[in-house]
Antibody, heavy 125, light 110 residues
Framework: QVQLVQSGGEVKKPGASVKVSCEASGYTFASYGISWVRQAPGQGLEWMGWISAYTGKTNYAQNFQGRVTMTTDTSTSSAYMELRSLRSDDTAVYYCAKDPIVYGSGSGGHYFDPWGQGTLVTVSS | QSVLTQPPSASGTPGQRVTISCSGS????????AYWYQQFPGTAPKLLIY???QRPSGVPDRFSVSKSGTSASLAISGLRSEDEADYYCAAWDDRLSGVVFGGGTKLTVL
């Protein structure tokens, strides 16, 4: 079955960086994209951006541009999300999700199914 | 402040029909498909409805959506206790060139 397994929780200090991994199985990784969504404690969902596992093309949400980098490794069917200059309000559960958009992100069609189990990133001094 | 507006809570009794609204604008719901996700406490969200009214396998047809102008609604008929969860709407936003979510609605089955 299609499954996304994420790396374990992280505790970081303000100003540091974090890199979360997401290993996919059960489907042809390069035929889809991966989106990243985060959820602060007790809050709603926030889309961070998308990467094509086929081309490596990215589309980052405006709130994260300049601070996030998404990459993929097709040899291991893995996706990575690195967030830099962490602040306390970056404390959240970070999810990766399989996204049907694989070529261009600019006209919608993004939806997320399935999701990884989530990775809690805690930013605290 | 979420781009899409949902009521923070909704409730109903078993067997009842409940609707959850999602209000947006011409740059998102007005011109693009709406998607719905269900999330139980402590777990990852799950896709409930995609491309306006398609259900992934396993999602019962008690869940349906409608759309009018810049708003969409999720309807749950024959409400069951296991439907108690948080529900989120989402859509592509042409102005922001990104996916936007509603703030989520906590559904309580009384």
């Amino acid at each position: 079955q299609v499954q996304l397994v994420q790396s374990g929780g992280e505790v970081k200090k303000p100003g540091a960086s974090v890199k979360v991994s997401c290993e996919a199985s059960g489907y042809t990784f390069a035929s889809y994209g991966i989106s990243w969504v985060r959820q602060a404690p007790g809050q709603g969902l926030e889309w961070m951006g998308w990467i094509s596992a086929y081309t490596g093309k990215t589309n980052y949400a405006q709130n994260f541009q300049g601070r996030v980098t998404m990459t993929t490794d097709t040899s291991t069917s893995s996706a990575y999300m690195e967030l830099r200059s962490l602040r306390s309000d970056d404390t959240a559960v970070y999810y990766c999700a399989k996204d049907p958009i694989v070529y261009g992100s600019g006209s919608g069609g993004h939806y997320f199914d399935p999701w990884g189990q989530g990775t809690l990133v805690t930013v605290s001094s | 402040q979420s781009v899409l507006t949902q009521p923070p809570s909704a409730s109903g009794t078993p067997g009842q029909r409940v609707t959850i609204s999602c209000s947006g604008s011409s740059s998102n719901i007005g011109g693009n498909s709406a998607y719905w996700y269900q999330q139980f406490p402590g777990t990852a969200p799950k896709l409930l409805i995609y491309k306006n009214n398609q259900r992934p396998s396993g999602v019962p047809d008690r869940f349906s959506v409608s759309k009018s102008g810049t708003s969409a609604s999720l309807a749950i008929s024959g409400l069951r206790s296991e439907d108690e969860a948080d529900y989120y709407c989402a859509a592509w936003d042409d102005r922001l060139s990104g996916v936007v979510f509603g703030g989520g609605t906590k559904l309580t089955v009384l």
